[in-house]
């Protein structure tokens, strides 16, 4: 792994290289994370000049002053941060990583330093050019972000694992008895089955809605109770080795559904499987969000549908690209994303359907469904 993070900044000062910043200081979390690996909250990492990759970091309260792993730890032993190829540099409490980074690059003699403006503050910019006068400060630009769109073999690997998480923490919740328990309750199960099985943690909230609460996108879980005759809309994913996913599925509670909501469902599930079907490199964005759009407004319900029908995931839930009306660009191979239209009737409720899937060509087998729980409507 060493080598494949010594690779992606290597990369990084390639793309860099047109701008000509004698070092680079990258804060987003999620950016620490795709260029050093694992490492603790508001750590930040500075590319300096010759090769030097510093990790700065506040200790780790859970790892002792030697270096041994305390039950519980979030971050490997400091010996973990030369493994990945970086020298580590632990800063004083109250100590700004960033600032710091700043600091050591300025201290080098370097003349300009790349910094992500979109992840700083105004203040905290401020506080970067005082420690370094000498040096101009340039924005990177979201260069991380766009390396991170094409993923490798290793993450895609990483988005498996958390997919099948997913989808046996939900095929479990199905197996068990519904009526009469609460979003509340059901939520905080399916996120414990997630780590019962070795996710990380969840990739985002898990959302459980029921009755008119159905087919909401980023419901709240609340204390209603699941009752007969309810539409169900489940949303989750895992995080396992950092990469997120996210599944969406809509159930009926009782024996028979109502002919509104399996030709609600129909809708909706036509929608999501055009989308799907248009997942090639080289397709539009908006020609995908387009596919499914197009089947929800013949049905009448175009009003209904949200500004995105799917976003990128990885390493966040949310990363370019989106499948949106307006979106420009195109996708290319292994690039995963969502594919998740929805409809709500005010009052009545709804349906929402999501897979993750990677881009792949049809030589192929054409996109990579990741999240393989049954889009039946199944009665529950």
């Given amino acids: 792994m060493s080598e494949v993070l010594a690779g992606r900044r290597s990369q990084l000062r390639a793309r860099s290289a047109p701008a000509g910043p004698d070092a680079v200081v990258v804060t987003r979390p ?12 508001g750590a930040v990492l500075l590319l300096g000049p010759g090769g030097d990759d510093v990790l700065l970091a506040h200790r780790d309260p859970t790892v002792d002053p030697v270096g041994a792993r305390r039950p519980g730890a979030r971050w490997p032993d400091p010996g973990a941060a030369e493994d990945s190829g970086l020298r580590l540099v632990i800063l004083e409490a109250g100590e700004d990583p960033a600032v710091a980074a700043v600091r050591m690059a300025a201290g080098t003699g370097v003349t300009s330093v790349a910094v992500e403006e979109h992840h700083l503050t105004v203040a905290r910019h401020r506080a970067l050019a005082a ?12 260069a991380v972000e766009r390396q991170r769109l094409v993923k490798d073999e290793d993450e895609i690997a990483a988005l498996r694992g958390a997919a099948e998480i997913t989808d046996r923490a939900l095929g479990e919740l199905l197996e068990s008895i519904l009526v009469g328990r609460t979003e509340r309750h059901l939520a905080l199960e ?20 029921t009755g008119g609460h159905s087919g909401l996108a980023g419901h709240r879980p609340t204390d209603r109770r699941v ?25 009926v509670i009782g024996t028979t559904p109502a002919d509104w909501q399996i030709e609600l469902y129909e809708v909706v599930f036509a929608a999501q499987r055009a989308a799907r079907e248009a997942l090639t490199p080289g397709a539009e964005l908006r020609a995908v969000d387009r596919a499914a759009r197009d089947v929800i407004t ?52 709804g349906v929402r359907i999501d897979d993750t899937l990677v881009v792949r060509p049809p030589a192929d087998g054409g996109p990579e469904l990741l999240t ?9």
Avoid: W
């Avoid at 007969?228 to 969406?248: K, M, N, P």
């Avoid at 393989?372 to 529950?380: G, N, P, V």
């Fill in 372 to 380: 393989i729980t049954t889009k039946e409507l199944l009665a529950l």
């Fill in 298 to 349: 013949a049905a009448g319900h175009g009003g209904a549908l949200g500004p995105v029908t799917g976003r990128g995931v990885g390493l966040e839930i949310g990363e370019d690209p989106r499948l949106s009306p307006a979106a420009m660009g195109r996708l290319g191979p292994c690039v995963p994303v969502t594919v998740e239209p929805g409809v709500h009737l005010p009052g009545r409720g």
């Fill in 131 to 142: 420690v370094a006068p000498g040096a101009a400060l340039t924005d990177l630009d979201r």
């Fill in 30 to 41: 999620a950016n620490v994370r795709y260029l050093a690996g694992p490492a603790p909250a």
């Fill in 227 to 251: 009752e007969e005759g309810d539409f169900l809309t489940v949303r989750l994913g895992a995080s396992f080795r950092g990469y997120r996913c996210q599944i969406g599925r809509t159930f």
């Fill in 190 to 209: 399916l996120e414990r089955r997630l780590v019962d099985h070795g996710a990380d943690g969840p990739a985002f909230p898990t959302s459980v809605a």
